[in-house]
C-alpha cells in the first residue's frame, strides 16, 4: 500500500516563508502531486514533480527527492489567501493504470 | 471554458437508500476520477472512467459504482447506504494527453446520511 505522511497543522506570519514537507512510501511511484483546498471549495492544483529537484512557479516551489521519499511545498511571501489545506499526493502505477493518493493535509494558517 | 460540474451539491439520505451523484467534466476531458473527503480519512480515491471504461479503482466496498457515457459524463452510486458514507464526494477531471496530469476538481456533493 502507501503511506504519506505530512504535519496535521502549521502556522507562519504574513510575508514570511513557510515550507511543508511530505513524505512517502510507495511502490510503482510515478508523480507527486501539491494541491490547495480552502475550506468549503474543491483541491486546486498546485504543482507536479516527476524528476528529482526544485520545481518554481511564482510563490510556490515544489521540491522532490525520490531517493528519500521527500518532497516539500515552499510558500513565499505568504498573504493572507494562502490560509488553507494544503494536500500531497501520490501518483503511483498500478497494474490497470495510475491512481493518485492522498495524504490528509496540512492545514495552514497565515497570521498577521 | 466551464468548469466540472456536480449535481447535486447537498444530498440528505436515510440508511439503506441509495444515492446516485453526477458529474460533468471540463469540454475536452474525457477523464473523470472519483473521490471521497472525510475529516477522517481526507481525500479517498474510489474509481477512474476514460472512454465510458473503468481504468482503476480505489479500495471501496462493492456499494460504490460508478458509470461513464460516451459524452464523458459520469455518474456514480452508492447502494445500501451507511452512516460512514457520509462524505464530501468530489469528481475531477482531465485532459489525458496533459504532460503534467493535473486534474480539475468540481465543488463537490455533500452527502449526508441519518
Known amino acids: 500500500g502507501q503511506n504519506i505522511d505530512q504535519p496535521t497543522e502549521m502556522t507562519a506570519t504574513e510575508g514570511a516563508i513557510v515550507q511543508i514537507n511530505c513524505t512517502y512510501q510507495?511502490?510503482?511511484?510515478?508523480?507527486l502531486f501539491w494541491y490547495q483546498q480552502h475550506a468549503g471549495e474543491a483541491p486546486t492544483f498546485l504543482s507536479y514533480n516527476v524528476l528529482d529537484g526544485l520545481e518554481e512557479k511564482g510563490r510556490f516551489s515544489s521540491f522532490l527527492s525520490r531517493s528519500k521519499g521527500y518532497s516539500y511545498l515552499l510558500l513565499k511571501e505568504l498573504q493572507m489567501k494562502d490560509s488553507a489545506s494544503y494536500l500531497c499526493a501520490v501518483r503511483v502505477f498500478t497494474g490497470g493504470g495510475n491512481k493518485l493518493t492522498f495524504g490528509t493535509g496540512t492545514q495552514l494558517k497565515v497570521e498577521l | 471554458k466551464a468548469g466540472v460540474t456536480q449535481t447535486p451539491r447537498y444530498l440528505i439520505k436515510t440508511r439503506g437508500q441509495q444515492v446516485t451523484l453526477s458529474c460533468s467534466p471540463i469540454s475536452g476531458h474525457r477523464s473523470v476520477s472519483w473521490y471521497q473527503q472525510t475529516p477522517g480519512q481526507g481525500l479517498q480515491f474510489l474509481f477512474e472512467?476514460?472512454?465510458?471504461?473503468?481504468?482503476n479503482k480505489g479500495n471501496f466496498p462493492g456499494r460504490f459504482s460508478g458509470r461513464q457515457f460516451s459524452n464523458s459524463r459520469s455518474e456514480m452510486n452508492v447502494s445500501t447506504l451507511e452512516l460512514g458514507d457520509s462524505a464530501l464526494y468530489l469528481c475531477?477531471?482531465?485532459?489525458?494527453?496533459?504532460?503534467?496530469?493535473?486534474?480539475?476538481f468540481g465543488p463537490g456533493t455533500r452527502l449526508t446520511v441519518t
Open positions: 475531477a477531471s482531465r485532459y489525458r494527453g496533459q504532460l503534467n496530469y493535473e486534474q480539475y
Open positions: 510507495t511502490s510503482g511511484f510515478n508523480g
Open positions: 472512467y476514460f472512454s465510458e471504461t473503468q481504468r
